[in-house]
């Protein structure tokens, strides 16, 4: 294989510049042309891609975001947008993509390959944590973090002033982030769409805590909480238990930006590394990640979020930590 591209799908993560910057430089050192595809599967049809060199990735690791762009393209889940994307291709000579992003981007992959021909290999750029084979996608550790410094500040003022803070994070098919989040900030209680909600039983902790004398309490609340959103629950509880004042903060896309942390930039070094190389060894239509902190890979057929579990001791750990 002499040429390949890469290109970011859907939300966009932090760490997802230290992976381009690595399938760039890997690529150029394996003796491969890269190309750049901007603006996703939507660039990939209109042409949108140039040809990168170790200079155009300089400066960018320590980047949120993507400088690649991303998108998401209604035209590529068409025959005819993926035609029009793998003739793009092939009249640059390119033989492999690279597809940055979760597990929607991996299915437009699979059928690009599976219709045209095209090798592809995944990298599980998102921070929902929410996908089969690995343990950490990338941007997850950078948006737990970035949930943890906003709630350690929310933490202070409402201390200061008796009050019931929920905190809403992303997650809106999965807790990942709420629970390893809230471990991390000490909340007094973790919803999150995995569980169901029971306000009776949320309403007997706080008040337990209240007849502690506790001075104030976070809950942390995944949006997609069976119960509704951070604003809803709050209603829901400020209904029967008024001793804390209530506010209610929503963290959105506060959590996918930012410089990402140090163990986002080794992941996607790491799989910017092992992707490229697996293009040039034969290997296509699979998501590379990390298991034990060793390189796997995983069919695009299997890498999908359905399947992917909390971690329960993890619950439970929370549960016995904020009595």
Not at 33 to 45: H, P, T
Not at 295 to 308: M, V
Request: include cysteine.
């Amino acid at each position: 294989m002499k040429s390949i591209a890469v290109l970011t799908s859907g939300g966009d993560s932090p760490g997802m510049n230290a992976c381009i910057r690595s399938v760039v430089r890997i690529a150029i050192n394996e003796g491969m042309d890269v190309w750049g595809i901007y603006r996703g599967y939507e660039g990939l049809i209109n042409g949108d891609m140039r040809k990168l060199d170790s200079s155009d990735v300089s400066n960018i690791i320590q980047r949120g975001g993507t400088i690649l762009k991303s998108s998401r393209s209604q035209r590529f889940m068409t025959e005819e947008g993926r035609a029009e994307a793998a003739a793009n291709l092939k009249e640059k000579g390119i033989e492999g993509l690279v597809v940055i992003g979760g597990d929607g981007s991996f299915k437009g992959a699979q059928v690009l390959e599976e219709e045209h021909g095209i090798k592809c290999i995944g990298i599980p750029g998102t921070i929902d944590n929410d996908l089969i084979g690995t343990d950490f996608t990338l941007g997850f550790d950078t948006a737990v973090n970035t949930v943890v410094e906003a709630v350690d500040k929310i933490r202070d003022t409402a201390d200061a002033h008796n009050r019931l803070f929920f905190v809403e994070v992303m997650g809106k098919d999965a807790g990942f982030i709420a629970l390893r989040s809230g471990i991390c900030v000490g909340a007094e209680a973790i919803l999150i769409p995995e569980t169901k909600t029971y306000i009776d039983q949320l309403i007997e902790k706080l008040n337990r805590g209240w007849d502690r004398h506790k001075s104030s309490s976070i809950i942390i609340v995944a949006e997609g909480d069976d119960e509704g959103g951070a604003y809803e629950i709050a209603e829901k509880v400020k209904a029967k238990f008024d001793h804390y004042e209530t506010k209610v903060t929503v963290l959105g896309h506060l959590q996918r930006g930012g410089s990402p942390s140090a163990n986002d930039r080794l992941l996607g070094s790491r799989l910017g590394q092992a992707a490229v190389k697996a293009l040039k060894s034969g290997v296509s239509s699979e998501m590379v990640g990390v298991i034990n902190d060793d390189i796997a890979f995983t069919p695009f057929s299997q890498a999908n979020k359905s399947e992917h579990e909390i971690k329960w001791p993890l619950l439970e750990l929370a549960e016995i930590l904020s009595l």
